[in-house]
């Protein structure tokens, strides 16, 4: 079975404001610090093949032991954690003329894939753990939350005090 990647579809985002408990606070610091272990082994293994940055996957399967035997949060959650790291040394190998350092994450923010997240009663629903859920009460004052919400979640980026909820909207498949 063959996947088109490339979402089908216009994404649109909405984004509120929010007052985060302890446990997403906990769970952000956490994923940060995961981000941060993700950059020092995406960096050792660029350093090892001539500054190239590695896919996402390889960084995934070589975090896999570590992120199975240390990390208590559901398993989905090493994907946004790789993408986030390549993106960070990604961004700053541009910035720096092609030149690789260990950089630090330093803000709490962390994007969340479609299969941790759902809208439930107007409240979105993220995975921490199997079976073990948080709940963020969505602000349904933004004129096209209830347009946007009968479609399906790209993914969600999740800070200390927004949240933005990306939509794939004008999709031929049904709506979830």
């Not at 007052?19 to 995406?42: E, Q, V």
């Not at 500054?51 to 959650?77: C, F, G, M, Q, W």
């Not at 720096?96 to 962390?110: E, F, H």
Request: glycine share 2%; net charge positive.
């Amino acid at each position: 079975m063959s996947r088109l990647w490339k979402s089908k579809g216009d994404k649109r985002t909405i984004s509120f404001y929010y007052n985060p408990d302890d446990i997403i606070l906990k769970y952000l610091t956490d994923m940060r610090d995961l981000i941060n272990k993700a950059i020092i082994n995406a960096y050792s293994i660029a350093r090892s093949n001539n500054n190239e940055l590695p896919s996402p996957i390889t960084l995934r399967k070589s975090l896999k032991n570590y992120y199975d035997n240390n990390v208590d949060y559901a398993k989905h959650h090493i994907n946004p954690v790789c993408r986030s790291a390549l993106a960070i040394l990604r961004s700053y190998k541009k910035n720096n003329n092609g030149s690789l350092t260990i950089v630090q994450a330093k803000r709490l923010s962390m994007r969340i894939d479609s299969e941790l997240t759902r809208i439930e009663n107007n409240r979105l629903r993220i995975t921490i753990r199997p079976n073990e859920y948080e709940y963020i009460p969505i602000v349904t004052k933004n004129k096209k939350y209830n347009e946007y919400s009968k479609c399906k979640i790209s993914e969600v980026l999740l800070t200390d005090t927004k949240v933005c909820i990306t939509f794939i909207v004008n999709t031929d498949e049904k709506p979830l």
